[in-house]
């Protein structure tokens, strides 16, 4: 568990590398983009029910029938 020296050395090193105004960037630059997402994810308009149908997933096909065609495949 990192101490309360740690986390203010940490703090302290992050603001000599990066310095303020890129640090106050980063959080008005992180902020737009979620809101920005967040708007993404309402949408326009709500999806309807009926155009949201759900698909059958296709037949699956005999292996034994797949076998025997690519058998005849690498044959030719």
Known sequence: MPSTLHIILLL??????FGTSKLRNLGSDLGGAIKSFKKGMEGDEP????????QADPPLRDTA????QRETHDAK
């Open 47 to 54: 999806a309807k029910p009926s155009e949201e149908r759900l």
């Open 65 to 68: 029938q797949t076998t025997q």
């Open 12 to 17: 302290v090193v992050v603001v000599l590398l």
